[in-house]
């Protein structure tokens, strides 16, 4: 069963491809035993019934998967008779395009008309406009039927597909992708432009119909590739001249500018294979630091680290000096136990030692005769008796 598959997975089948008109998609048929060239004028079999088509590849053969059944057929060779229809339909078209024009305006409807087409047999006259929102448009369809005596069909469309059908020159100075070659509409995303490192004002990476541009959608496969082998940014790294960070990469060079860790104003530029990454982004809180000696390229693991002799080394100890009149005593010993105890603490035992405690002398009252203490109270305020405490005056109500 799976070898039948196969087998009609690789069936060849002999097909031309076919546009309706300049520009628009190709269409693959059947060309039931004509030979065509790019070019010829033919009609051909449609849903909508013969239709008049221009030849845009030869006979040539594809893989059945590729072909979208049903495989419609060519009828024949356009005629002479076939190609003055088809002028005179052109020619329908383009006044079916004023008189729509005048009465969406005697409508005031809010939709700006695209184009007309009419079918080769002249059975349907198509209009396609667009607008932002949806639009009533049912006395508009009355009135072009009642001008044109035929079947009308109005199609509202997307502006991509409007800068389609119109055509026009791109920013870049070239026909639109879309009216060129462009077959279907890739879906383009702001992401896009981020991952190239594109500017992101509007107006520099949005089309003529406003939406971004399809370009956007080329290189992306081939930018995606280059950032899964190149370093991010931020990214620890170890080069040929030490290790240090990267802050900025260059996509399409492939080379990565990497901030020195023992120079920091110093800015390297190193090609993507003559480093290796220590770590890859960012460090994070949890992230645990990076060995000193880790540098396959630099070969850090095999410098040693500069160390100062111990012998140069100076060790300062704490010491105390006692000032006395005769001679300057070193007291290194009292020194360590001070650094030892608190400072609350020692401060608490330098005060004991500065002033001992003596024991409180009552003064000697002599009978008929007062106290030094009562001396000195008399004498501020003889009407005050010793002992004795001068009554606070009562709270009024004011005061209270």
């Given amino acids: 069963m799976e070898e039948t598959k196969n087998a009609g997975a690789e069936t060849a089948v002999e097909v031309v491809d076919i546009q309706f008109r ?7 048929f059947d060309p039931a035993g004509v030979t065509l060239t790019p070019g010829d004028h033919v009609i051909i079999d449609t849903a909508r019934g013969a239709e008049f088509g221009i030849c845009a590849g030869g006979n040539h053969q594809i893989p059945q998967k590729d072909v979208v059944a049903p495989l419609r057929q060519v009828i024949r060779r356009a005629t002479t008779q076939d190609e003055k229809t088809a002028a005179d339909n052109r ?5 079916a395009y004023d008189v729509c024009l005048e009465k969406i305006a005697e409508h005031g409807l809010d939709m700006q008309l695209v184009s ?7 059975s349907k006259i198509l209009f396609y406009f667009t607008a932002d929102e949806r639009v009533d448009f049912r006395e508009l369809v009355k009135n072009l039927a009642s001008v044109f005596h035929t079947r009308i069909e109005l199609r509202q469309i997307g502006v991509r597909d409007k800068a389609k059908m119109v055509g026009g020159l791109g ?12 077959e279907d ?5 702001i992401k896009m432009a981020k991952t190239q490192n594109l500017s992101l004002n509007p107006t520099k990476i949005s089309g003529t119909c406003g939406r971004l541009m399809c370009c956007l959608k ?7 590739d280059l950032i899964r082998n190149s370093p991010r940014v931020d990214s620890f790294v170890d080069t040929p001249e030490g290790r240090g960070t990267v802050i900025d990469t260059e996509l399409l060079r ?11 104003d110093t800015i390297s530029v190193f090609s993507n294979e003559d480093i290796a990454v220590l770590r890859s982004g960012k460090a994070k809180k949890n992230d645990p630091p990076i060995p000193a000696d880790l540098a396959p390229i630099s070969g850090g693991g095999k410098r040693e680290s500069r160390k100062e002799p111990e012998e140069e080394k100076m060790v300062l100890e704490p010491i105390r000096f006692r000032y006395s009149t005769e001679t300057l005593v070193d007291e290194p010993e009292k020194a360590e136990e001070k650094t030892a105890r608190p400072r609350s603490r020692r401060r608490r035992e330098g005060e004991k030692a500065q002033t001992p405690e003596t024991p409180r002398q009552e003064p000697v009252k002599e009978p008929g005769k007062p106290a030094e203490g009562e001396k000195e109270q008399r004498r501020r305020n003889p009407h005050r008796r010793p002992g004795n405490r001068r009554p606070k005056p009562p709270k009024t109500g004011a005061e209270g």
């Fill in 91 to 95: 020619a329908k078209e383009k006044r």
């Fill in 22 to 28: 300049p520009g628009q998609k190709v269409y693959y």
């Fill in 171 to 182: 920013i870049c100075g070239r026909p639109f992708c879309c009216a060129s070659f462009l």
């Fill in 185 to 189: 509409f890739q879906p383009v995303s």
């Fill in 116 to 122: 007309a087409e009419m079918a080769f047999d002249g």
């Fill in 254 to 264: 492939q080379r990565v500018k990497v901030r020195m860790e023992e120079a920091p």
């Fill in 218 to 224: 080329y290189e992306q496969d081939a930018y995606e």
